[in-house]
């Protein structure tokens, strides 16, 4: 579970690093020059799906996703193993649907074939890693549900008590 959460979030780094490049060569390119890069904007656009994918596994193994505290210091008081599980299962049920939506996205584009506007790329390829860092985070998790000691993560409303 280590290597992969480090694997993800490494190549999550990648793509922001590569985001960060291209923009900033884009401007340079653009103002300087006068000659913008050809598919700077859909470069990024790939990037950063696939960064906002590759975080999915360590936010989810981490429960780290983002809380609304409207009701939880209440379900937390009464209900604290309750609301963990609810919560737990909600996260399954989400990353699964993210994931079914995207497999499905990705077998329709193996029998209809498409490609980005401006660089050409196969959208397979792209809806495709996307679906499978997707599918590493529904076994992010499973594997959260299984550890019977759930760390609150630093950021959580929680973590001051």
């Not at 960064?51 to 409207?70: E, I, K, P, Q």
């Amino acid at each position: 579970m280590d290597l992969i959460r480090k694997l993800t979030i490494v190549l999550g780094a990648a793509c922001l690093v590569a985001m960060t490049l291209v923009i900033c060569a884009e401007v340079v390119m653009r103002y300087f020059f006068g000659r913008p890069i050809f598919g700077s904007a859909e470069m990024t656009q790939i990037l950063l799906g696939v960064l906002v994918f590759a975080g999915m596994f360590a936010v989810t193994r981490d429960r780290g996703h983002v809380n609304v505290s409207l009701f939880e210091p209440v379900l937390l008081r009464h209900f604290r193993r309750g609301y963990r599980s609810i919560f737990d299962v909600t996260t399954l049920l989400g990353v699964a649907g993210v994931t079914g939506v995207l497999a499905w996205r990705a077998w329709d584009l193996t029998h209809y074939p498409e490609t980005t506007v401006v660089l050409q790329v196969p959208m397979v390829w792209i809806v495709g890693a996307m679906t499978v860092l997707s599918g590493l985070a529904i076994i992010a998790a499973l594997a959260a549900m299984r550890e019977d000691k759930r760390p609150t993560p630093p950021h959580s409303p929680q973590a001051r008590d």
